[in-house]
């Protein structure tokens, strides 16, 4: 049994350890950092989704990079500002790690988010 991918206390969503697998869990974008970053934070939307919010509910993402780099920095930087809600983004912090317990996972996120109601906010997700 493993732990969960998200805790919801209130209106606050804490989500750990979101990598780049799909539904499957495969690893998407094996030696692509773009498209593993993507899938992190599709991951990470998916979740807030399922919290009952939007991606641009999260406030705060810490985001950590195998062998941390400024390119690196740069992809996810951009990624980023793609992901969330450009008007209001999360506090963002990178941190370079050496290694991942998975081979060829090059990028993992955990965020916090705060829900702004009880009730999804179905305009704000996209549905009429």
């Known amino acids: 049994e493993g732990l969960p991918h998200a805790v919801k206390v209130g209106l606050t969503v804490y989500v750990s ?11 998407v974008g094996a030696g692509n950092l773009t498209a593993q970053v993507r899938q992190v934070f599709a991951n990470l939307g998916a979740v807030m989704r399922a919290a009952r919010g939007v991606p641009g509910d999260v406030v705060r993402a810490t985001i950590y990079l195998r062998d941390l780099t400024p390119e690196k920095v740069l992809v996810v930087r951009k990624e980023a500002l793609e992901a969330f809600d450009h008007a209001a983004p999360p506090a963002l912090t990178i941190v370079g790690v050496s290694a991942f317990a998975e081979p060829g996972i090059e990028v993992m996120v955990d965020a ?17």
């Open 17 to 27: 350890a979101m990598v780049p697998l799909d539904s499957t869990g495969n690893l």
């Open 112 to 128: 916090t988010g705060q829900l702004r109601s009880e009730f999804p906010d179905k305009a704000r997700m996209g549905k009429p």
